[in-house]
Each structure stands twice: as C-alpha cells, then as structure tokens.
C-alpha cells in the first residue's frame, strides 16, 4: 500500500513561531542536517544525479547565502537542493509553520494563471473582475519577469518536467510570497500587442491563493455530477486515509448511475496527487471483479531515523522495526492479486473513462497504471506526471534552526509490469491535449470529446 502525503496542508499551528531570519552558519548547518537525513533515509538519492554532481549544487547553494537569510529565501534554497534528486516527493512543505502569522493575511497574489510550455504566463477566466483582458499575457509583478521567474519556481520542483511546470504555475502565489512579492501589486501585461498595467491594491489569504487551484485545500475531496443526462462525472482530488467517507461518497455516486440509467462513468484524477492507495482498490470494486494490481511491490530502505518516525506517529508494531539499519527489504510482488474489496453490490457494468494529467501522482498513478494494465477502463487525456517506478512511503524532517519542514521518501516502488528497467509514465488510450485556449477559457476538451462520443 502506498500512503504518501504529497503536501501538509494545514493552516492551524499551534507551536510558537520561529525567527524570521537566520545566520548563514545556521542555514549551512541546515543543509548538512538535511543531506545527512536524506542519505540515511532515502532509498537512492543518486538514481537521477551523481553524487559529485550533488556535492556541486550543494556547494554552489551553501555559497549563494549571505551573511544573513530570510526564512523565506532560504526555502527556496532549500527548494533548488531537494528539487535537484528529482523525486517529485521530495520538497519543502507547502505550508509552513514558521510563516503562520501571515496565513490569514490578505497579502497573496489573488490571480490565477496558466501557462505555454514555453513559460510564457496568462490570465484565465476570473471569478473576480480585476479589470485585466481574458487572455493576457502577465509580463511582470512588482516588476519581477513573470517568464524568468515561471522557470525558475519550475526548477524548484522534483519529478518530471510536464509535473515540474504544472505544479509551478499552481503555485504561483506561494512562490511570489516566498520572493517577498507583497500588495500593492503592480501588475504590467500585454494585450492585443499593447503593454498596460494595474494595481491590486490588496491580495488573498493563503488558503485562498491555494484553493484556486488545488480543490483539496477547500477539503473538496471530490465530486459528482450527471453531464447532459449521458455521463457520470466523478472527480477525486485526494485519497485520504478515510474509508467509511470514500466508501459512503461512491455509494451514493454509483446508486446514482443506477437510478439514472447512465452506462458511461468518468473517473477524473487530473488534480489528484495521491493519497492512500486502499482508496484506489475501493474505488475499483465498483467497476471491475476480475484480478488485478496497482504495483509491482518495492525496494524499502531501512533507517533508526525512520523507525522513530513510525514510533512518533505510534506505529510500534510494524515489523520494518526489527530489520537492520542501512539494509534494503525486498517487497516485490510481481502479477495480479484477487480484488482488495469484493461482492460490490453497485457493481458497474457499463463504459468507465479514466482521466489523467500532469498532476495525476503518486496514489493516483499507481491506480491509473493498474487500470491501464488490466484495461479496466479507458485512460483518456495528458500522460500522468510521474514514472511508474518511482519513490514513495514519506518521511518528514524539521530542520533544527530555520524550522523548516522538509518531506522525502524512504522506498522504490515498481509499476504493474514489474519491470526495475523501465522508466515511463502513464500513457493514455486516447491523448487530448488542452491548448493555451482551453486553459485560459477553461474549457475541457476531454470531457467535450466523451459527450460527443456517447450516443
């Protein structure tokens, strides 16, 4: 079972807040405590760079720091560090104790944007009117290059590059905070080859800056909707460790199809970054009773750092305790295995589309490469943003004098086809790529294209 909190999203500490500011020694010494955590914890964070490579970035990062550092320019140093391994795991957490005193300030960027593949930077439909043109190409904030400073937030991701950018411009707001881009805001865009600007004369709390476009934040786990009388929509933005609330939701969403008469469901995982994947097998028993798997097992780095980890959160039973230090356990299991949840009363027997995109990780892909596999349903939409083989199971640190947060991972997990070799994400049956267009409208070419196949 895969159960990987991507993000600590909480917005309600109670610890005492920290400096705001630290000494480059104790930033240095912040890197060392992190490296040395990261080697003892960590499955192999040299599978993607080499070691003297690391040893360089960490270096150039260690020389960059002033005499003296804001907390928030130091997580994005901390940022560039983590990012450089490329697992897609592993980052400073989004939300950070140290900067609770600003979370319910207005002083986040309040716009949503999307972007090109080639970093260039758009305002989509608003909710709120901000008298900017639909379409326009943001240029710059507080006179910082929005293209320069895209690329740069994209850089300070891990994973793959399709996840590296769509993560970034999802959190846009939170990267210009930690730049200490702050209200007013002057906005410069361009429009119909004309440059103007506005003021923005206040910005947004941080749950709001994030909710714009990660649902799961407003704890919008997920929805369901009928679409034209032809389809079952069904969104999951997270899979969080809750049975009887997943189990209840899909409940009523499949009592629903059947009351209705529809025969085509969409499952959408397009904003899901994972969870816990015993939801994805629930998930599954109402659309399929035939054996299958969502993993080839995985390779488990064993650490005392780790077994105190599990011993804090009051796990002391689990056997990992008793293996040896610095050693790696092989749970690998290979083929498909009897269905998790059985005798699905709300079985569906009709046409399932599985929706996939960029920000389809960790839990969520391993349900989108079992699906695949065992063609379960129909995968339609962008390749997901992670490799079938990749990190999991997460660790979280405090670094002792900035405070930070900083999460990682301590396993290797192997896709469905069970192949150590392999290194590819999850393609669909059908692509369907959005354009520039349909991000700035908001308009989903996906799901036009099933309404328009479904008769």
């Known amino acids: 079972m895969k159960c990987l909190y991507l993000f600590t999203i909480c917005l309600i500490f109670t610890q005492k807040l920290n400096a705001q500011y630290i000494s480059k020694f104790q930033a240095v010494a912040d890197i060392d405590y992190y490296n040395k955590a990261l080697l003892e914890v960590h499955y192999n964070p040299y599978l993607y760079i080499s070691e003297e490579s690391y040893r360089k970035v960490t270096d150039s990062l260690k020389n960059s720091i002033a005499d003296s550092v804001s907390v928030k320019s130091f997580t994005m140093v901390m940022s560039h560090l983590t990012s450089s391994i490329k697992d897609g795991h592993t980052m400073p957490t989004i939300v950070q104790q140290i900067f609770k005193s600003d979370f319910k300030k207005n002083i986040y960027f309040p716009l949503e944007l999307v972007a090109d593949k080639n970093y260039n930077v758009y305002l989509p439909v608003q909710n709120e009117q901000f008298h900017i043109p639909t379409g ?112 209840a939701f899909f409940d009523s969403c499949f009592t629903a199809l059947k009351s209705k008469r529809i025969n085509t469901m969409v499952i959408d995982l397009r904003k899901n970054l994972g969870g816990n994947s015993q939801i994805a097998d629930l998930l599954i028993s109402y659309f399929n009773e035939k054996p299958y798997s969502l993993s080839g097992g995985r390779f488990w780095r064993v650490s005392q750092r780790y077994k105190d980890f599990l011993t804090a959160q009051g796990d002391t039973s689990n056997s990992y305790h008793k293996k040896e230090n610095n050693s790696i356990l092989d749970y690998r299991k290979c083929g498909p295995h009897e269905p998790m949840f059985v005798n699905n009363s709300l079985l569906f027997t009709g046409k399932v589309y599985l929706l996939t995109g960029p920000l389809t990780f960790s839990s969520a892909n391993m349900l989108a490469d079992g699906v695949k596999e065992y063609r379960m349903a129909t995968v339609i939409g962008q390749p997901t943003g992670e490799n079938t083989n990749d990190f999991g199971e997460g660790y979280l640190m405090e670094l002792p004098n900035s405070k930070l947060k900083i999460q990682t991972t301590t396993t290797f997990d192997l896709g469905v086809d069970c192949n150590l070799n392999t290194s590819h994400v999850v393609i669909p049956d059908k692509k369907i790529e959005p354009s520039i267009k349909n991000k700035i409208n908001k308009s989903d070419p996906v799901i036009s294209y099933i309404l328009k196949t479904v008769r």
């Open 136 to 247: 326009a190409t943001i240029t710059s904030i507080n006179d910082l290059d929005m293209k320069s400073f895209y690329k740069k937030a994209s850089s300070m991701i891990g994973g793959l590059s399709s996840y590296q950018k769509e993560m970034a411009i999802n959190l846009i707001g939170s990267f210009l905070y930690l730049a200490d881009v702050k209200p007013p805001f002057k906005v410069q865009y361009r429009y119909k080859k004309k440059e103007n600007f506005i003021t923005i004369q206040e910005g947004i709390t941080l749950k709001e800056c994030l909710a714009k476009a990660l649902p799961q934040v407003n704890n919008q786990k997920f929805k369901f909707e009928v679409k034209e009388n032809k389809i079952g929509y069904l969104a999951i933005n997270t899979m969080e460790p809750d049975l009887k609330t997943y189990t």
